[in-house]
């Protein structure tokens, strides 16, 4: 099997070889590799993450859904939880984007928790990106719902990583988007409405 280290550069090495050809939508181009390898990077520095598994999913989230990786490669070379997680993370492209989206905001909250904490990655280092830079083409309005989003898919995952938490808390509230706080009563709290302006209510939180 090999040691922790041993794993976590296998799955690295061979995410590297999946996404060679990739680059981020960032008008430097940057290697799309540095995405992956920062999610991983935030678990095990910002959440304290030690589960490999979990780190392994972080740096192996995009290869099925970004390039020609099959999930039985990703069980045989790394085994079925890790598989799981990613499965977990990976949306279907088949099916439109609109739906995709809205997939992620109902499926966050009962998804396990390795995979919560690989989507409060991906979501924090995406939004940081987009802080950053944001990627050729996009207005400031389809970033702005592209934050919107993200508030939702990632009120569904928390309870699982108070500092990954608290760090998406403080990037929405910079955004004008205010939302109830982590808890089992997060969705009794009227005093943070309207954050979604009128849009959809707050969504996923039935009876997880
Ligand atoms: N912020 C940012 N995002 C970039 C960049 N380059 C690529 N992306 C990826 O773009 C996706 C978000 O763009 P969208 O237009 O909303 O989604 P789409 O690619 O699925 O159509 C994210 O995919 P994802 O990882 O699957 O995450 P998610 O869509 O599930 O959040 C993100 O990782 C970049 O330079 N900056
Ligand atoms: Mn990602």
Not at 95 to 119: C, N, T
Not at 128 to 153: K, T
């Amino acid at each position: 099997m090999g040691s922790d280290a041993a794993r976590l550069l296998d799955a690295a090495d061979f995410a590297a070889g999946k996404h060679k050809e990739q680059r981020r939508k960032d008008p430097e181009g940057t290697p799309f590799i540095n995405h992956p390898i920062a999610v991983a990077r935030i678990l095990a520095s910002e959440a304290g993450v030690t589960d490999i598994v979990v780190l392994q999913a972080a740096l192996l989230h995009d290869t099925v859904e970004d390039t020609d990786t099959a999930f039985s490669e990703i069980e045989e070379r790394f085994g079925e939880e890790v598989r799981r997680v990613v499965e977990e993370v990976t949306d279907d492209k088949a099916l439109p984007k609109a739906e995709r989206k809205r997939l992620q905001i109902e499926r966050a909250p009962a998804s396990s928790p390795r995979a919560k904490l690989v989507k409060l990655a991906d979501k924090l280092h995406n939004l940081r990106d987009l802080n950053r830079c944001a990627p050729q083409g996009w207005s400031p309005q389809r970033v702005q719902e592209y934050f919107q989003w993200a508030a939702r898919v990632v009120a569904g995952l928390r309870g699982t990583s108070p500092p990954l938490e608290a760090a998406l808390q403080r990037l929405f509230e910079e955004r004008g988007l205010a939302s109830a706080p982590p808890g089992p009563d997060a969705d009794t709290g009227t005093e943070t409405g309207g954050a979604w302006e009128g849009r959809a209510p707050r969504v996923g939180r039935g009876g997880q």
